[in-house]
C-alpha cells in the first residue's frame, strides 16, 4: 500500500500560512515596523496554524481527519483579530502603516492573509467530514474556540496609546488631534 499524502487544501494552507508568517516578520524584522498588541495577536495565529500544518503534513497525522480542523481553530481566531483589527483601522479608530506592497494597511494583509488561508482549510475540512468522518460537532467546536479566543484577545488588548508628538511611529494608533 502507497503512502497516503497529504491533501491539496492542506498543503496550500500550509504554503499560505508561511507567506503570512513570513510576510509578518518581515513587517517587523524588515521594514522596522513596531507590532501593536493586535497585530502579535494576528502573528501569533498564524504561528499556530503553521505549526499545526507543518507536523500534519510532514508526520502521518494528515491521515487522520484532525489537521485541517485543529488549523482551523487558529485560522478563525486569527482572522476575527484581522477582521476586528481592520474594523478599527478602516473607521479611523486606528491608524495602521501601509503593509508590504504598500497599497494596503497592515491589518487588511493580515485579513487577506487569514481568508486566504481559510479559503484553503475550509475545503479540506468539508473533505474530512465526508470522507473520514470528522464530525461536524468536532468543526463546531473548533469554529466556536476559535471565536472565543478572538474575543479573549480582543477584549484583553491594552488600548494603542497616542503617538509621541515629535514623529509619527511606524505602530498602529490611534488618530491624532494635530
Known sequence: ????????????????????????LYLSLGMGLIA????????????????????GVFTRAHETA??????????????????FHTYLDGTGKLICPKGLLRVTTT???SLLSFALIL???V???VADVRRKGLSVAAVV???????????????????PSPPPPEKR????????SG
Do not use: D, K
Open 1 to 24: 500500500m502507497s503512502p497516503v499524502r497529504p491533501s491539496l487544501p492542506t498543503v496550500a494552507a500550509l504554503i499560505a500560512a508561511a507567506i503570512s508568517v513570513a510576510g509578518s
Open 36 to 55: 501593536c498588541p493586535l497585530c502579535f495577536y494576528q502573528r501569533t495565529f498564524a504561528f499556530a496554524v503553521l505549526g499545526v500544518l507543518i507536523l
Open 66 to 83: 484532525y489537521v485541517n480542523v485543529m488549523a482551523l481553530l487558529p485560522a478563525v481566531a486569527g482572522g476575527l483579530v484581522a477582521a
Open 107 to 109: 491589518a487588511q494583509e
Open 119 to 121: 479559503a484553503c482549510l
Open 123 to 125: 475545503p479540506g475540512v
Open 141 to 159: 467546536a473548533s469554529l466556536l474556540l476559535g471565536g472565543a479566543f478572538a474575543y479573549g484577545c480582543i477584549v484583553s488588548s491594552p488600548a
Open 169 to 176: 511611529p511606524l505602530i498602529c494608533h490611534p488618530p491624532t
